[in-house]
């Protein structure tokens, strides 16, 4: 069955340094989403891609679909306390469901 | 304009009992799936409900079950509780033809003892 895998599962950075988290599925996605998750909170959406090789920011917030739609990525620039959650990939292939991915939890130390 | 809401926050079950959870989705929005998030996990997609019929459904044995009503608004019932069901279930509703746009409720809290 499908399978989307991210790393690191744990990182801690200090306030200011950059992140960045990986997401790898075992199949080719039709697109893949971004979501992200306070503790104690629900998932909250952040964006999709859609097109092989795109690349898409928010503010400090840069997402990247890899070429062969089997990957991506999510890097965040000059980390703040509030970017703290669990940030999760969620691929689809076609019209099927999401599947998650295994989730990054963010610290940021002040 | 209210988002999506799920009904109770918390609920505890012992095992073998039955369990009922409420989802209204965000207005506007037709289309309701349910996840199950273990601790430490990411959600898992249980089914999906259009048009007052499951549409799509994932894993998950027959233990678990929904409804759709006409208002849009969803249940999910989970019979036979096992330990492992323990989990927070969450409702995420959609407008058909925009299933990226999808928002999530708060999720109900299911503890089983």
């Known amino acids: 069955g499908q399978q989307v895998m991210q790393i690191p599962q744990y990182q801690h950075v200090q306030e200011g340094e950059d992140f960045t988290t990986y997401c790898n599925s075992s199949t080719t996605l039709s697109n893949i989403q971004w979501y992200k998750q306070r503790p104690g909170g629900h998932p909250v959406f952040l964006i999709q891609l859609v097109k092989s090789g795109e690349v898409k920011k928010q503010k400090r917030l840069t997402f990247q679909f890899g070429e062969a739609k089997k990957n991506s990525s999510l890097h965040i620039t000059a980390t703040q306390t509030t970017d703290v959650g669990t940030y999760f990939c969620a691929g689809r292939t076609g019209a099927n469901n999401l599947f998650f991915g295994t989730g990054t939890r963010l610290t940021v130390i002040p | 304009d209210a988002g999506v809401t799920q009904s109770p926050t918390h609920l505890i079950k012992t095992r073998g009992q039955q369990v009922t959870l409420r989802c209204s989705p965000k207005?506007?929005?037709?289309?309701v799936s349910w996840y199950q998030q273990a601790l430490g996990q990411g959600p898992q997609f249980i089914f999906q409900y259009y048009e007052e019929e499951e549409r799509q459904r994932g894993n998950f044995p027959d233990r678990f079950s929904g409804h759709q009503f006409p208002n849009y608004s969803s249940e999910l019932n989970v019979n036979a509780l096992l330990l492992g069901d323990s989990a927070l279930y969450l409702c995420a509703s959609s407008l058909d033809g925009l299933p990226w746009e999808q928002f999530f409720g708060p999720g109900t809290r299911l503890t089983v003892l």
């Open positions: 207005s506007g929005h037709d289309t």
